[in-house]
């Protein structure tokens, strides 16, 4: 892991240099715009496990670049080195982070890849998988823009809508899930007002969300994530939209942790949440959300941040970094191939709308 300072002329989550994928630093955000070039699968990981790179969309094709890279430093081994290596650097990868699903889905992927040309040689296999995971970011991208449109139908002109972590063009290859909404709405001419949850204890809401809407012009207030209530009680937030980690198959949705406790609150404010997410987002393996793996996190992000520690030494500490919002609470799932409504999710859940629209 290599790291390249750049002047932030056009800021992109992900770049492809020729050799590596370089990954913007998002530790150091908002106030360091610098970038960390990958060339293996255990880089990689290792940059998904240190939050160099984080958001399910993009850890899923930071992964698919994890495991192009690693065939295309063994591209000259033989077969047998080849395979052996290939398989410690999926292992690497599928144990940098537990819960958001989209890594597992884009390992997936090149595993099929890799299995339906084994009999190609390690060179052209290198070519493929590294195809394959500019395919991937490129897609993302399109997928983000088709939900954008989708959720951006739901918000009213001068909607005021809250928003939980980071589910921006940060947390994806470009656009973003629920910013992505945001982003479409104002491209649609819409004035959208957007309140940003800090998003304790890792801060990606005070550091990401406000960061990228203050960039670009989309206004934008920052909260703690203890304030959203009182506002909510006021009248003072339209609507909530939050991206997922991992939607099971009867809607369960696991977010960054808080996400729970403001589902519970818009229900009690009559305040619609709903949940953005990509396909690759859903895990039909799974029934209900209380099968999803949590991450726990170390405790010195709950005890302090970076330098300054606030807590005492020998306290207690739990970091779990996700939540589960029952499907109950949500209103409608976004997808980029349409809205699934909470009545269809308590009937049908998501089972045949996933195999409709991803064969
Ligand atoms: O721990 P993080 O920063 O990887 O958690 C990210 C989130 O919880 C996002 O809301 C989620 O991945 C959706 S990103 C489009």
Sequence with gaps: MNHVNRQADSVRTLRWNGKAIEMIDQRLLPHHIEYVACDSARSVADAIRNMVVRG????????AYGVA???????????????????????????????????FWALDKMKALLQANG?????????????????MLEEDIRINRDMGRHGAALLPDGARVLTHCNAGALA???HGTALGVFRSAVEAGKHIAVFADETRPFLQGARLTAWEMVQEHI?????????????????????????ADRVAANGDVANKIGTYMVAVLAQRHHIPFYVACPLSTIDLSLSSGKDIPIEERPADEVK???????APEGVAIRNPAFDVTPVELVTALITEKG?????????????????????
């Design 219 to 243: 206004p934008v207030t920052l909260i703690t994530d203890n304030m959203s209530g009182y506002l909510m009680s006021r009248g003072e937030i339209d609507a909530v939209v939050v991206g």
């Design 304 to 310: 302090g941040f970076r330098d300054c520690q606030w």
């Design 69 to 103: 890279l690693e065939a295309v430093r063994l591209r000259n081994a033989d077969r047998e080195t080849f395979a052996t290596n290939m398989q410690a650097g999926f292992a690497a990868l599928s144990a940098s982070r537990p819960t958001a699903v989209n890594l």
């Design 119 to 135: 009999n190609k040689s390690p060179a052209e296999l290198a070519s493929l998988l590294l195809r394959q995971a500019h395919v």
């Design 172 to 174: 994806t290859a470009g």
């Design 339 to 359: 809205v699934v409504d909470n009545a269809a999710l308590i009937r049908n859940g998501l089972g045949d709308f996933v195999r409709k629209h991803q064969p």
């Design 56 to 63: 399910a969309p993009a850890i899923g094709v930071a992964a």
